[in-house]
């Protein structure tokens, strides 16, 4: 990987030796040019390219450069489109993010890193779309690591709907995510969040801009693996398990849940299958095999017990009345994503039918 530092000028030298690169890909493309620095008043980009198709008129593609781009100052200029027919607009940068590349196709305009990733596209003539390149140059390192345990707090309590359109402090925030969370962490999250454009912030507080978008980033980021996973079996069936599930609420004072399948049976039913899924917090795992009657196993299992790397995971827990209680929605979404067998399918299901709707009815989507 290339660390070189690319700002100003050596930005722009090598952005127009990477267009000049994907657009010589579409080798029937022929006739372009790319300039660097067009004087043109009232057209502020940096990279001009010219594309002479066949039938239409030249198309000019207006290439914007940043070194460090940030969703939550996208657009970074304002450029005219009097020309006929209207112009591309492009932007380009040493790195972008998945965010940052669906933030530029939400608003319309192309865009291409120095790995190649791109998109570019003219309507009805042209279609450039690479993705997965590894960075050739060192992407910049976030001002706060979204995987971790910590931030994921205060990621569910923004996510959650019960929360959703909630302006919050950022002491306040910190009391939701006690014991493990600084204010300092959530200064720093908070930070990251805005810059990324997952939520917006004013004098009075910050709140959710986009829900859809900061749940699929943290679900990218998540780390389903960090839970232990046991494998338990028990002869107990149907009304019986359903009541020493229950029991669990009262040996754990809160820290048993069902959660990823089991959880999304009763808030968005789409998959069926044989097991049970539960989070126990590990003070309390034997405890919790003793009420179920349940014995560790290696194969045939019909319990699936997840022992938390975070206590987390039990925010916002959905009260189901005489069943043990749900991980709530965005919790079991993420754990369904990484859960296998057909959870992604259960995951969309969720999405579609339980989170969304809650979003839309408070103004989110």
Same mark, same amino acid.
């Given at each position: ?5 690319? $700002?100003?000028? *050596? ?11 994907l657009?010589?890909?579409?080798s ?5 040019? +790319? ?13 001009l390219?010219?594309?002479?198709? =066949?039938g239409? $008129? /030249?198309?000019?593609?207006? +290439?914007?450069?940043?070194?460090d ?5 996208? /657009?970074?200029i304002?450029?005219?489109?009097e020309a006929?027919?209207? &112009? +591309?607009?492009v932007?380009?940068? &040493? ?5 940052? %590349? ?12 120095l790995?190649?990733n791109? @998109? ?13 390149? *590894? ?5 910049? @390192?976030? #001002? *706060?690591?979204i995987?971790? %345990? ?18 919050? *402090? ?8 006690? &014991? ?5 962490l959530?200064n ?14 004013s004098?009075d ?13 943290? @679900? ?16 107990? =069936? ?17 820290h048993? %849940?069902y ?6 049976d ?5 998959? =069926? ?18 009420a ?7 194969t045939g ?15 916002g827990?959905e009260?189901?009345g005489? #069943? ?7 919790q079991?979404? +993420? ?13 969309? %299901?969720?999405?579609?039918q ?12």
């Amino acid at each position: 990987m290339n660390i070189t530092e690319y $700002k100003g000028r *050596a930005l722009e030298r090598a952005a127009a030796d990477k267009l000049r690169e994907l657009l010589g890909s579409a080798s029937w493309l022929e006739g372009w040019v +790319v300039e660097r620095y067009p004087s043109l008043p009232g057209k502020e980009f940096d990279l001009l390219a010219k594309l002479p198709i =066949r039938g239409r $008129k /030249p198309v000019e593609l207006w +290439v914007q450069c940043k070194s460090d781009p940030r969703p939550s100052l996208f /657009p970074y200029i304002f450029v005219s489109s009097e020309a006929t027919p209207p &112009p +591309v607009r492009v932007f380009a940068a &040493p790195y972008i993010s998945p965010n940052m %590349a669906r933030t530029c196709e939400e608003n319309g305009w192309g865009w291409f890193d120095l790995a190649g990733n791109c @998109r570019l596209e003219i309507p009805g003539a042209l279609l450039l779309e690479r993705k997965g390149n *590894a960075p050739v140059h060192e992407p910049p @390192r976030p #001002s *706060a690591n979204i995987s971790s %345990a910590e931030s994921a707090r205060v990621i569910r309590a923004l996510l959650v709907p019960d929360n959703a359109g909630r302006r919050w *402090a950022q002491r306040e925030m910190q009391l939701h995510c006690k &014991p493990s969370v600084s204010l300092g962490l959530v200064n720093k999250v908070v930070r990251y969040l805005r810059d990324e454009a997952f939520i917006e912030t004013s004098d009075d507080g910050f709140r959710v801009r986009d829900p859809q978008k900061l749940l699929f980033a943290w @679900r990218d980021a998540y780390r389903f693996d960090r839970h232990n996973q046991r494998r338990y079996f028990t002869l107990k =069936r149907g009304p019986e398990l359903k009541q020493a599930l229950l029991s669990l609420e009262s040996i754990t004072g809160g820290h048993a %849940a069902y959660c990823a399948f089991s959880a999304a049976d009763f808030q968005a039913p789409h998959v =069926r299958q044989p097991r049970t899924w539960l989070f126990i917090g590990a003070d309390w795992e034997e405890e919790c095999a003793t009420a179920l009657d349940a014995k560790i196993v290696d194969t045939g299992e019909n319990l699936m017990v997840l022992i938390p790397d975070d206590f987390g995971v039990f925010y916002g827990q959905e009260s189901l009345g005489e #069943s043990l209680a749900c991980t709530n929605p965005v919790q079991t979404y +993420v754990d369904l994503w990484h859960g296998g067998n057909r959870g992604q399918e259960a995951a969309e %299901a969720l999405l579609n039918q339980k989170l969304k709707p809650e979003w839309k009815a408070r103004g989110l989507l």
